[in-house]
């Protein structure tokens, strides 16, 4: 069988393994705190890989892959400020957010914990507040869908819709039966998967050149800009194609 046979496969396997987990999700959901919070149980470190990987997924590893490919190491720096962000609101927001929603009458959205903290009577802030999440994470689902239509596209040769379409199928499956827990466990493996792609290649392109020295002369060859942490001059960064 060919290379493309067997990932193929693996596809398969992988889709039908978050399948598997919606369904374990969807038979551990008993009332809507389940279906929406997950009884506010998951262990933390299962949180954090599930909202790394939904919040990081797309542009972790082919925006930022690409983006340093193109304008060089220096590009590095919007993955070092997006994860001091994160660090922050992880360390200063989430744990005030965590209790205030249960105190305020077991808040179990946003837009109510906003309405309730507040005590907003005419509803404004939930209505608002929805409206809000509803338009900014339309571009953010979709953005991931169209990562997924690149990926199939590139890998497999599909249609780029077909691609999108298929993943957003999955997806939709398992999030509509096992709600948030189901998201959570399938991000939290999907988290695993990244995190060891993004040891292993590096890794192998080492093992591929023989040592790092190689490695950065091949870099530098292409684009002797590549490895310089601060932004080049405008010439410069434009004086060569990938």
């Avoid at 919070?37 to 082919?62: C, E, H, I, Q, Y």
């Avoid at 690409?66 to 744990?95: S, T």
């Avoid at 942490?229 to 010439?235: A, E, G, L, V």
């Amino acid at each position: 069988m060919s290379d493309q046979t067997f990932q193929m496969i693996a596809i398969a396997i992988y889709m039908a393994a978050m399948l598997g987990i919606g369904y374990i999700a969807y038979r551990r959901t008993n009332n809507i705190d389940d279906y929406m919070l997950a009884d506010r149980g998951l262990k933390p470190w299962v949180a954090a890989l599930s909202a790394g990987a939904s919040d990081m997924s797309g542009w972790l590893l082919m925006g930022l892959p690409g983006a340093i490919y193109l304008g060089g190491l220096h590009e590095a720096w919007i993955g070092i400020g997006l994860l001091i962000g994160a660090w922050l609101n992880w360390k200063f927001v989430a744990p005030r957010l965590r209790s205030y929603t249960a105190i305020s009458e077991n808040a179990i959205t946003i837009p109510s914990f906003f309405e309730k903290r507040l005590k907003d009577n005419r509803h404004l802030l939930r209505i608002g507040s929805s409206l809000i999440i509803l338009v900014f994470f339309t571009f953010y689902v979709s953005s991931g869908m169209v990562a997924a239509g690149k990926f199939f596209e590139a890998s497999f040769g599909w249609p780029y819709l077909s691609g999108m379409f298929f993943v957003a199928f999955i997806t939709l499956l398992y999030t509509l039966f096992g709600g948030f827990l189901g998201a959570s466990l399938t991000d939290m493996v999907q988290g695993v998967l990244m995190f060891a792609a993004l040891i292993a290649v590096p890794i192998v392109a080492v093992i591929r050149m023989g040592d790092f020295q190689t490695l950065g002369s091949r870099i530098t060859t292409v684009n002797p800009e590549a490895l310089t942490c601060s932004r080049p001059s405008t010439t410069a960064a434009g004086s060569w194609q990938p």
